[in-house]
């Protein structure tokens, strides 16, 4: 969800168990971002969190996968910053392909939380900091809370 035209969503979360996977680096902003996560988690009733760090955002697909059928959702947040080689490319890819994967074939939805960011600043600017304009770990737990939601409201 970007800040402008971003809906304004709400979820219920009580009764559900949910897993955050976080990467390590930029441990700024991957903690923060897990914190607020947690947040958003915990203000929307849910009680039952886990949180799983991974060494980084490549690692995400795999923790997922893997974590799938002991969760009701999971939160997948990194941060890939561009560099000079194509390095940047591969991880973005990889890790939204593999994430993507991972949800259509468990049927298990993630909440993406990924930043992929030209700078550093531009990460920071999305971490939920007190001068963030926008907070990716909240958002994505918002997302994946509802996203379960709209899949009750048809399937029960």
Same mark, same amino acid.
């Given at each position: 969800?970007?800040?402008?035209?971003? +809906?304004?969503?709400?979820?219920?979360? #009580?009764?559900?168990?949910?897993?955050?996977?976080?990467?390590?680096?930029? +441990?700024?902003?991957? =903690?923060?971002?897990?914190?607020?996560?947690?947040?958003? *988690?915990?203000?929307? $009733?849910?009680?039952?969190? #886990?949180?799983?760090?991974?060494?980084?955002?490549?690692?995400?697909?795999?923790?997922?996968?893997? *974590?799938?059928?002991?969760?009701?959702?999971?939160?997948? %947040?990194?941060?890939?910053?561009? $560099?000079?080689?194509?390095?940047?490319?591969?991880?973005?890819?990889?890790?939204?392909?593999?994430?993507?994967?991972?949800?259509?074939? #468990?049927?298990? +939805?993630?909440?993406?939380?990924?930043?992929?960011? =030209?700078?550093?600043?531009? &990460?920071?600017?999305? &971490?939920? %900091?007190?001068?963030? #304009?926008?907070?990716?770990?909240?958002?994505? &737990?918002?997302?994946? *809370?509802?996203? %379960?939601?709209?899949?009750?409201?048809?399937?029960?």
């Amino acid at each position: 969800m970007a800040g402008f035209g971003s +809906p304004h969503i709400t979820a219920q979360g #009580t009764g559900r168990r949910i897993a955050i996977v976080g990467a390590q680096w930029y +441990p700024e902003v991957t =903690d923060q971002m897990v914190d607020r996560a947690r947040a958003a *988690l915990t203000d929307s $009733g849910v009680a039952d969190i #886990t949180v799983v760090r991974v060494p980084g955002t490549f690692e995400l697909p795999v923790t997922c996968r893997r *974590l799938a059928e002991r969760f009701d959702a999971m939160i997948a %947040l990194g941060v890939v910053v561009r $560099g000079g080689t194509p390095h940047f490319d591969y991880v973005c890819e990889a890790a939204t392909m593999g994430l993507t994967q991972v949800a259509v074939d #468990t049927g298990v +939805p993630i909440g993406f939380g990924v930043l992929t960011c =030209d700078n550093e600043q531009q &990460a920071l600017d999305r &971490a939920g %900091l007190p001068d963030s #304009t926008e907070d990716k770990g909240y958002e994505a &737990a918002i997302a994946v *809370l509802a996203t %379960l939601d709209a899949i009750d409201a048809v399937t029960a």
